[in-house]
């Protein structure tokens, strides 16, 4: 048994609407079919997600898919996504399909609304006083990780993981980075690290002025983007997306479609670093200390 949840992201005055999604399988051969439409918009972004739990986890890796998915998908009827299955059979397989029309609630930042860097687009949200990246950051050469040895390194070159070692979730979701990298070997809170020119790693500070902002500890709804869990709101335009984490352990992923995680640029214990998380079991703004060398989200903040 195959079932199909619908999801949708924020939009400035209506959402996208997924709708008669459907599907067919020939062999091992699965062709999703699903209408979109958005009041505002002519295109969006469509983002698959896979469960084989029963929506515990949303982690599967489905390999490689073709036809109306990724950005740019034009509204209508009758779009198609056809991707190959190569595993063994599971009765609790569960598939989100996602329109992002990549317009949040809240206003860009004044003069500032979108920024160019290393090749891609970002989009500002003016959140209170502060100007935030609407999107987390993807800049840098992929790594993949498949040992607690696969670390990041001092050489020159701006190194990411990729959510399971593919580039497709470093597209829809950001890179993952290990906080020296992330902070580009630095340890002053507020470095540029890999941030562009003017913009910043966040500080615990500003955090906790964003967690403010969205209403105190219990505020995660406001800054999760649409669709990621029930009680997502995205009224702060943040647009957080539950993109996982790389575990320094043994070098795997974990938690994609159930936490997002942040980079703080302040430290905490030896050899431990800061982060805030969001999390799809509640809507609270959380704080904690992390092993430096796990790959985490990075949102940055203007200067």
């Given at each position: 048994?195959?079932?199909?949840?619908?999801?949708?992201?924020?939009?400035?005055?209506?959402?996208?609407?997924?709708?008669?999604?459907?599907?067919?399988?020939?062999?091992?051969?699965?062709?999703?079919?699903?209408?979109?439409?958005?009041?505002?918009?002519?295109?969006?972004?469509?983002?698959?997600?896979?469960?084989?739990?029963?929506?515990?986890?949303?982690?599967?890796?489905?390999?490689?898919?073709?036809?109306?998915?990724?950005?740019?998908?034009?509204?209508?009827?009758?779009?198609?996504?056809?991707?190959?299955?190569?595993?063994?059979?599971?009765?609790?397989?569960?598939?989100?399909?996602?329109?992002?029309?990549?317009?949040?609630?809240?206003?860009?930042?004044?003069?500032?609304?979108?920024?160019?860097?290393?090749?891609?687009?970002?989009?500002?949200?003016?959140?209170?006083?502060?100007?935030?990246?609407?999107?987390?950051?993807d800049v840098g050469t992929k790594i993949n990780s498949n040992s607690s040895s696969d670390n990041q390194t001092d050489n020159g070159i701006i190194e990411k993981y990729c959510y399971d070692n593919d580039e497709t979730n470093c597209d829809n979701d950001?890179?993952?980075?290990?906080?020296?990298?992330?902070?580009?070997?630095?340890?002053?809170?507020?470095?540029?690290?890999?941030?562009?020119?003017?913009?910043?790693?966040?500080?615990?500070?500003?955090?906790?002025?964003?967690?403010?902002?969205?209403?105190?500890?219990?505020g995660s709804k406001v800054l999760k983007a649409i669709g990621v869990d029930a009680t997502s709101t995205n009224t702060s335009g943040f647009s957080a997306l539950f993109a996982g984490y790389r575990s320094n352990g043994i070098g795997d992923f974990d938690?994609?479609?159930?936490?997002?995680?942040?980079?703080?640029?302040?430290?905490?214990?030896?050899?431990?670093?800061?982060?805030?998380?969001?999390?799809?079991?509640?809507?609270?703004?959380?704080?904690?200390?992390?092993?430096?060398?796990?790959?985490?989200?990075?949102?940055?903040?203007?200067?």
């Open positions: 048994m195959i079932v199909f949840a619908v999801a949708q992201l924020s939009a400035q005055n209506t959402n996208p609407v997924v709708s008669n999604v459907a599907f067919s399988i020939s062999g091992t051969t699965v062709t999703v079919t699903y209408d979109v439409s958005d009041a505002e918009q002519s295109a969006v972004t469509i983002i698959m997600r896979v469960s084989v739990n029963g929506g515990t986890t949303w982690d599967w890796n489905y390999g490689a898919t073709s036809g109306d998915i990724g950005a740019g998908v034009s509204t209508g009827t009758g779009k198609t996504i056809t991707w190959t299955y190569n595993d063994v059979f599971a009765e609790n397989f569960k598939m989100k399909i996602i329109a992002n029309d990549e317009i949040a609630d809240g206003s860009p930042c004044p003069g500032t609304p979108t920024v160019e860097y290393s090749g891609k687009t970002y989009n500002t949200i003016l959140i209170g006083e502060q100007c935030w990246f609407k999107e987390n950051l950001g890179g993952l980075y290990q906080w020296d990298e992330a902070m580009q070997y630095s340890t002053t809170p507020g470095v540029q690290g890999i941030c562009p020119p003017g913009w910043h790693i966040p500080t615990l500070a500003e955090f906790q002025i964003l967690r403010d902002a969205a209403g105190g500890s219990t938690d994609l479609g159930i936490n997002a995680y942040f980079w703080i640029s302040t430290e905490a214990l030896p050899f431990n670093v800061r982060g805030m998380y969001l999390n799809s079991s509640d809507d609270d703004v959380h704080f904690g200390s992390y092993p430096w060398d796990d790959g985490r989200c990075v949102r940055c903040i203007k200067d």
